[in-house]
């Protein structure tokens, strides 16, 4: 009788095990949420939740801190109408910036890992288009730099960076869209020629990429506006992870 009932058991231990190679566990479908009028997107298939674009100023930062125009690409198939437009990304000391992170959403500045994984399954990335000096009209389309932190250590994602102009840059409001399959693309980072402007706005004669992904990126950018950067040479933009939102 034992070896009967041993036997069954065995039996039953297989066709669970059969079953679960069956069937695979369901794939991870990236999420958007607000949370304090700030959008936040899911990770897959990590988890977690990561503001989709650099933390903007407020009213109070406004007067007194350093609020650069960003591009915040995105290339995950979530629609929002903030997707790939121009933040004024709030660009500040590590302290405040995780300060901010928890008193605010209750979270913390991401991890290097956490922001890498971002990068790659979303495509999100930070964007500075800065006038470059010279004879001939070219933009800079190179990565503003973030806080990350891990073991009680801030430091910067990515971790090379464009110094800045002397007397500031002089930084674009843009907003992006994806590109064509055969479009002409450089790397965030690099620089290219300016179009002659076309009813109303200016922008590269090429797309940007997304480096360690398929996402491409056309640029376009208001001609009125050049915002002089007030950002220190120590500070950057952030993000926040947070708690799944409600």
Known sequence: MRGARATLLLVAILIGAARAEADPPAPCTP???EQDGVRFVSVCPAGFWITAGPVPCGAAEREQAACDPVTALEASALAAPSKDHSVEAWVTDAASAARTCKRRFGGRLPTPLEREQARLALGL??????????????????????????????????SVATPPLPGGDGLLVCVAEPA???????PIGESCDERPEEMGVRSPNCAVGVPGTHARFELGCAPERVVR??????????????????
């Not at 950067?229 to 409600?246: E, I, K, L, Q």
């Open 180 to 186: 064509m399959p055969q479009a002409h693309f450089v």
């Open 31 to 33: 999420r958007a949420a």
């Open 125 to 158: 990335a930070s964007l500075r288009v800065r006038e470059e000096p010279g004879e001939f009209a070219r933009l800079r389309l190179h990565a503003q730099q973030e806080w990350v932190a891990e073991a009680g250590r801030a430091t910067r994602y990515p």
């Open 229 to 246: 950067s007030r950002a220190r040479a120590g500070d950057a933009a952030f993000r926040c992870v947070a708690p799944a939102p409600r």
